[in-house]
């Protein structure tokens, strides 16, 4: 009966957050979808909505009928075994449902399963359903933060959203070392994990040192001044190609302006601060920058294995290791078993957690992935050798 | 006097028609630009208003001061002349200014406009720009009936905007004979028209006949049960190549349904109704029809003398002439050059005038023109021989 | 009888005449497809014997059996009637049939069709096939020309072709002025023309005055100098954007080397000779330097009316006129009336002739087209006011 | 002494082979690329080639010149160290040199890079750079292959290449176990290995199981008729994306003919071999099909541990590792070291060797990788569990 309460309270307030963080919005916010990466605000409200719906209120809820036949259309996402879905790039041109819509849809299930959950009478599956759909939403609240800034930091007005989701100064940090051996990697114990961090398993590491800090601004713009952008010597071939064809040559976000580099953060338009840690880098970039630098990316499970020894939170960090299954990795059956394990290729991992993700949602054995070319997530760097 | 009431009177109605237009709108429908071609309602809006701002207000008013650096950028259109512009494809990435903000500028304007015409004030170019400026806004209001049709047509809801904007049945008209001979053909005498219908000019036609009705959706229909768009004889080929790219079948907005034809109107979804002129065709389309049925498209100088012997005005007519310049062609200095001249390749003409066209806009000499795969327009075919 | 052999013998020249444009090649060269409008010679070889062969030996010699059924399929061009046709922009990519069995197809058809047409046993409608593909064949030698420059002069290495094929230098010439009145166009008489020639009818052409002369390199370098390719004013819209995307600044194959324009010529790199015609210019680039030199482009019908007036002939003279079907054009039924009437839409006329026009095939009322952005063909600049 | 007559003999006998690869082919096939991955062989004899001169007789060899300026410019493949490089897709419009050139400028290389060896007068960093040539030329050797099947497979007419390269039948494996452990990997002794293989270093595996025969055609038509291609449950979502957009419903070569299925073999057309393990498949097919039985890919250290226990050599094995830098990875300086670092993303790792393969060049620890798209390539799949 306590869990239930808790449950029942965690539920409410993952709600209620976000839709706080998108309170500083306009309607209009809501609607565009600037690159493909990028969802509309609305659908994320729409779709983790969905998603409890779906998988929870739906077969778990006899007397529940769903809300509205297009919704469960329109905010699915990626899940074949549940219905078409609209194909992703074409998300910022559904103008309908108005955000009031959506809104009403939130509440509406919000509220349903709320008194489907005080009623507390659902099997253990059940419960594992809404515990996930929490944490899905609280995926969505950290992409949501993503998203916000790309549609606000691309209207030429630079628009202000406000306070929050700031990183803080980092100090230039020691290596600390490993010493070699076999390691358990892999989630362990109560709690929540996804399936991707389940197969716990041992790895042999040989020696490494790892450093107890992010890369800050400064140091990123010693690699740009030494024409880091230029010299393809310190690139993968694919991110140098990258890099000509989407003519970049600093992280996303920076602009010079009159010799000057300013960047829009959440706070507007500024002019770059060098001690916070670099954000808004590629893979590629992460990886040239290393290069450069006579370094490399730590390894994931170096990560976690080091994890203990330095601080970690700030910004996802670029690891050097892809996207892929741990031995004797099982997904799960139906729509949810194409949460994790479908995207296995052509990903990078991500270790640790950044200051848009929401507090308790990371974990020291969590295996965030998106593609190398990803820069508008809230990533940043840490060495390794 | 007199004259200056009754244009401050057209200028306040003409602006209020705008906004009447889009008052069944939601606010997110006024975001996406779901085509190149169809533009946000918001930018409409915008354009508009920028237009007076920066073609009558700046250079004739000297008190007047910009009501906002960043929306001079925004709502430029193609006016190479007026500075930057934001490229056509990427106006529905812009969810700033809100639309409050836009309808604010639009009060503005109309104020500020309004009290300096009541001063009365002003040189013959200033007056001749204000008209301008009131064709070019009658003409964003027929171009903004067509992009909220795209808009809302494409959302998978079908939702309704309203009554207006209807057409009439037609009944299956005879053909009129003309004789040939030398006529005159361009604008002449008082009154407002575009650059581009002057030249007045002599043409010699040879004999010719051309029908009194438009074709109807049953007509076309029947072309459709023949396999007219799986058979490439009647086709252009770049008509041919298009409607296989496109895969298009069909009218667009028009949905197989269980064998049966609906289509998208703006009272929502409804079955077609047969007696309706045909509606949302591509030049190509009109074209390959005129051809499977034995006859051609007439060219606009056809149109244009013939035009007393038929109701014309539901629907812009496909001519079979390009868009080129009359003798004598001169385009206007500066930006309002840009108006017209600069259009003249790779589009066809269109005669007449449809029912999203306000009231007093069109007249015989008017040439319309857009690119030949142009569909989301209020388009209909009338046969010549 | 005496017509019969005066057919064979234009027959067989012009079947060699081909044969020897393409002797300075190397095999290698008979192979790729630069863009998609340049064909590999090897096509160009094959597909004017399989047009003998498709219409004029399957059809009216009954003996005659097909050489390679692959052939058919192979090079067919664009012939919906006659067969699925390769795909145009991967004729490239097809190294067989080798040019050696190429050659064997030629020698085979010549010689197949040289004893039918000596046996004189045949139909009227026969003997203007052999008319129809000897005037085919030599617009492919035309084309040929064109699209061998393309390929060697896409070589780094700037191979040399050969004599042949030369301009002459033009001197500045006059305007010549034509009253206004009726005039009849199109086609009138014995010999052959094409199907869009046909239809002769009256046009009324207001008085103008058309130049003597092409414009020069030498003019044309003036307008490069004026920074003509840097504004968009004497643009039309869609030639702005065509030059920006394709980042052009001069002619096709201008380079400028040290400040000094060099082009690509079928001897080799040149200095540009500054007395030459201007060549390979786009009709948006010929548009663009007669608009800001005050001047305009003449249209067809005035071209056509004035040509006894001047020398034409070097070069293919874009005009103001779209390609469209004159009164009364009909399309030849099957397969052969697709030869020119499905290109009526996008395509710009040119008249005259050029240095690659084989001697006899053009006439004042020859009508070319091309689409606007072409620049691979012999095309040059004549002005009108 | 003696090793340095070996030397020669195998340099002369590696140059000599990749000709006679070369030997069934016309002029002509020696010219297109069919897609980007595919290069003309012409471009294999003439870089190959030019590898041998830019890294041997340019830098050690005081009296040589070299042949061609433009040849080191048009057969620079990927070393952004050596200069400006032809971009990739545009190889196949390189028509010059012609093949005879391409062979003069090979037995030029060849002749007195010979001369140079026989001297015997140089440092142990040039031989190295010989044997790497000859490592090299035999990567190219297999490549040709390849693209020679793509080109003639793409032949409407499909012609014969001729013997060779066979694969043979197998057998049903059984799996063999293999403990958990940690394992040396990586490359270790005397001789020849690229960069990659080194940083010999330790991993643990779990226990697992892996097949000791490659999946045959047989079995891979249970997994197409079973709806293979038609459900996207065993995919991973980028290969199920990318079979929709290829419309790939098979492997490459394959065709169905009227219920049956053929293949095109460099034997010709022929129907599929059922006992033959099956070719040409992606990473994305290996990776479903393996799904779909309830099995996986091993990863590259499970290949290389239990690779003693099974023949392997047929075809190139996917396994599921993405290729990345072994610890301690170290890339040579200058050019050189561009030939395998730079691709460390996005690729998946293959194992073993192909009946393309030249003899000798394989062995336990070659790491061979490709992008997981890649079908023209001699792939094939052995199950683990
Ligand atoms: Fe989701
Ligand atoms: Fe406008
Ligand atoms: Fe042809
Ligand atoms: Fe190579």
Redesign the interface.
Known sequence: MNSIEALLAKFISTRKKTEEICAPL???????Q?IADVSPP?WHLGHTTWFFEQFVLLPFDPGYRVFSE?FA??FNS?Y??AGNR?LRPNR????????REVMAYRSHVTERLSLWLEKGDFEQEAEERVVLGIYHEEQHQELLVYDMKY??G????F?VYGEGFRTKPVSEGQFSKVS?G?FEIGFEGEGFCYDNELGR????L?E?EISESLVSNGEYLEFIQAGGYLN??P??????SFIQKEQIRAPLYWHEVEGEWWNYTLRGFEKVDWNLPVQHIS??EA?AFASWKGF?LPTEFEWEVAAKQFDWGQLWEWT???Y??Y??FKKAPGALG?YNG?????Q?VLRGGSVATPQGHSRPTYRNFFH?SSRWIFSGIRLAK
């Open positions: 306009e309607v209009e916010d809501y609607v565009p600037p609305k297009d259309y329109l990626y074949n075994h609209v910022g041109l559904m103008s309908r449902p108005p955000v549609i606000l691309n209207q030429p007005t628009p070699s076999v398993h041992r790895v042999f040989e490494f393809f010597d690139w993968l071939d694919e991110g140098w893979y590629y990886q490399r050097g290791s892809s892929l299954p031995p004797g194409e479908k995207f296995m290729v052509s990078q190398p």
